[in-house]
């Protein structure tokens, strides 16, 4: 009875029989084999770049970064606290080590908005202990602007000593967004090493980030034409319409070939 029984299922399904469920089984195991080369692949580039590879991984990029009620009162107690180190260390490994990872993200944001340049830092260095915790790019990205808002040179050093010793890599993009950071702030020196690293980037060059430094250069014009030296030469069929209104449109530098499209 049991046999009939399923023997009218299987014909009732429409040909769902075991061989097709043995198929089924072989393609999920083919496909996580396919992919677990891919998979770690990402995980070390992950590790390495900062999540610039694989930006789903990333720990702080696309995070709303909303903030909950205990988020609140860490921010207002830390506030208060900051002039008190005692006190403050205290109520940093009492409380603010409870935090859960979004609400750590969250209170590291807040205090970067507020400018809040030390009590940024303790934050900063709470996440780089949790077990969680892995290099990115747009981590150390968000650290930089704003110490370079805060014209902050000895934290910054602190923070690139940081990066590099974890290897963090930075795309072009970035590159060109904390280069601007440093000269709009007036810290060229700092500007000029950052611009020095970006030069060694393995990663292939593009001309919009080198439009958005030479417009911060425009004070500067001894090192803009040293910049723009260095652009003539990467990008030799790009015509460049030298004044600081044309620098700013996308129809300041005419192509003369489409390698720079993307």
Request: glycine residues 6%.
């Amino acid at each position: 009875m049991l046999r009939v029984a399923s023997t009218s299922l299987l014909r009732r399904g429409g040909g769902l029989k075991i061989a097709s469920l043995k198929t089924i089984n072989d393609l999920v195991y083919g496909y996580c084999g396919a992919k677990r080369e891919e998979i770690g692949l990402c995980v070390r580039k992950f590790s390495g770049s900062g999540g610039a590879s694989c930006p789903n991984l990333s720990i702080w990029r696309g995070r709303k970064k909303e903030m909950g009620k205990e988020g609140l009162i860490i921010v207002k107690e830390l506030k208060r606290l900051k002039s008190n180190p005692v006190r403050l260390d205290r109520f940093m490994q009492a409380q603010v080590s409870r935090l859960l990872k979004t609400d750590l993200f969250a209170v590291l944001a807040e205090f970067q908005r507020q400018d809040q340049v030390f009590l940024s830092m303790k934050i900063y260095e709470t996440v780089r202990k949790e077990i969680w915790y892995r290099p990115d790019m747009f981590f150390y990205r968000d650290m930089l602007m704003m110490l370079a808002r805060n014209k902050e040179v000895k934290e910054t050093k602190r923070v690139w000593e940081d990066l590099k010793r974890e290897e963090v890599l930075f795309d072009q993009h970035t590159y060109g967004d904390i280069i601007r950071s440093f000269l709009d702030s007036g810290l060229q020196t700092v500007a000029v090493e950052i611009y020095e690293d970006m030069r060694q980037s393995p990663d292939p060059p593009l001309s919009l980030p080198y439009r958005v430094i030479l417009k911060g250069l425009l004070p500067y014009p001894e090192l803009r034409e040293r910049v723009k030296d260095d652009f003539l030469e990467l990008f030799p069929n790009m015509v460049m319409h030298d004044s600081s209104e044309d620098l700013c449109d996308d129809d300041g530098l005419g192509s003369k070939s489409e390698n720079e499209k993307h």
